[in-house]
């Protein structure tokens, strides 16, 4: 009788899954997140962090209880990158949130599926006021400063360069620097462009006198281009170890269900968030100070477009060179993703 209730629970879970993402109306997000099935099987997970903001969700899935309530005992395991990385196959951690860093970790060979995308972002493309600049157009052998060789404003970046003509890694020189000394760099003349995060906002903001936008993909302010394909690109994902996603599918759907649940937590209480996780010392920094940051930070789980944006993470870090040559798109899309959750439709 106890096998006949787990095979049943774990058809309802499957089945609310299946009514959260074969569309995206809202109806079927609440369907998924009231799912009553209940964990017959309690068990222990280890979670790698690294005091980020994009974090968010994996801690208010352990303060708020969204992991317990799923039957899931959780230990955080506070590391660096290269750390989790170099160590993951010894078997330390069961998952971690991961970003753009992931997918060249995983053609080194870390065993990491990515199951669900967590947070989306914005970019804009920033170009000195009286630079000769005005579209994508006039950056071809031009150089951008970026934050991040691969991260999501790069990538977006490079896809839309593609996409008016110019080959992102042959007619672009992509320089490097730290968040704050971007602006700097252009007004410097060091770089002739900057591709950064921006707010969700419908119209851009805060943009200096100094500067003017050349593309926003979070409005409509930039002239014959569509904003579509970009918003809500997705800079974070539930990564789940790909032994366990193999061995237990069914404990990595129950992890993946915490996770968008407190991820839909975080999108309806963000100063609540972000105050536990400066209180908890989750994160360094103040509670203004990540406040004004985690405005950059949209809130929006998912598995459909997660999973397109992988592809073209993948994409585009192949064709910036950062993945090898010899990688296999469609080949890696199936290394990276992680199909626990039902396959989408469309």
């Not at 969700?57 to 990158?81: H, M, N, R, S, T």
């Not at 150089?143 to 003509?165: K, W």
């Not at 930039?222 to 193999?246: D, E, P, T």
């Not at 649940?261 to 994160?283: F, G, L, Q, T």
């Amino acid at each position: 009788m106890r096998s006949i209730k787990m095979i049943h629970g774990y058809l309802v879970l499957l089945i609310s899954l299946l009514f959260l993402f074969t569309g995206c109306g809202q109806d079927r997000v609440e369907a998924f997140l009231k799912g009553e099935d209940v964990n017959q099987n309690p068990f222990k997970v280890k979670l790698a962090v690294f005091g980020e903001l994009y974090e968010a969700p994996l801690y208010a899935a352990v303060e708020k209880g969204f992991f317990k309530k799923e039957g899931i005992d959780v230990q955080l395991i506070k590391v660096d990158f290269n750390t989790f990385k170099n160590n993951f196959s010894k078997g330390l951690y069961d998952g971690a949130t991961c970003d753009y860093r992931i997918f060249k970790a995983i053609e080194e060979g870390l065993d990491i599926k990515l199951v669900a995308g967590l947070h989306g972002s914005c970019m804009q493309i920033l170009a000195e006021k009286n630079s000769f600049i005005r579209d994508i157009r006039n950056l071809k052998n031009k150089v951008i400063g970026v934050e991040a060789l691969g991260n999501a404003p790069m990538t977006m970046t490079s896809q839309l360069l593609e996409r008016n003509g110019i080959d992102p890694k042959r007619k672009i020189t992509w320089k490097v620097y730290p968040q704050d000394r971007l602006e700097a760099a252009l007004l410097s003349k060091a770089v002739d462009a900057i591709s950064i995060f921006e707010t969700g906002e419908k119209e851009p903001k805060n943009i200096k006198d100094s500067l003017k936008l050349v593309y926003s993909s979070s409005g409509s302010s930039s002239k014959g281009h569509s904003h579509s394909s970009f918003q809500h690109f997705y800079s974070s994902f539930a990564g789940i170890s790909g032994r366990l996603v193999l061995e237990e599918p069914k404990k990595s759907a129950y992890m993946a269900r915490a996770w968008i649940k407190a991820a839909k937590w975080v999108s309806e209480n963000p100063k609540e968030a972000v105050k536990i996780m400066v209180e908890k010392k989750y994160v360094g920094g103040n509670l203004e100070s990540n406040t004004t940051l985690f405005q950059y930070y949209m809130w929006s789980p998912g598995v459909r477009y997660a999973k397109k944006n992988m592809e073209s993470y993948i994409k585009q870090q192949k064709i910036l060179e950062i993945l090898g040559s010899h990688v296999d798109e469609k080949d890696f899309l199936e290394r990276v993703y992680g199909s626990i959750l039902p396959e989408l439709s469309g």
